[in-house]
């Protein structure tokens, strides 16, 4: 839920940027991180930006870079980079928890080597 506000306002940021710079409103900034995150096609982020009624992430008055195609390209981005994120953590928690039972096997194997030394040192100092 963080993630979609700060995506608003940095959208709604982006897309005003131009004009608070005394330059006419582009969405080039929009672009520009619509590319580099590879969120989905350029074709998708207007040039100029366009009033949206049905945004559910963008939701503001004001003219948006933001259409309801990009929402959707965000939408799947944040779920493979949040599938991709789960994927990694599993492999980190398998690979702790085999070193765990490696290291624990190993404890139990010398617990049992040093009771059969324990045992035969015992026999051999009796006798």
Known sequence: MAARAVLALWLLAAGLCGAAAGRSPSCHEVRTAFQLRQIGPLKLVPDVPTAESDLQICQHRAPT?????MEESYQTAVRRERTQSIQALNFELKYMIVGHITAFQDL????????????????????
């Open 65 to 69: 870079c933001c259409t309801k195609k």
């Open 108 to 127: 139990k194997h010398f617990g049992k080597d040093f009771r059969v030394g324990v045992l035969v040192l015992g026999i051999e100092t009796e006798t």
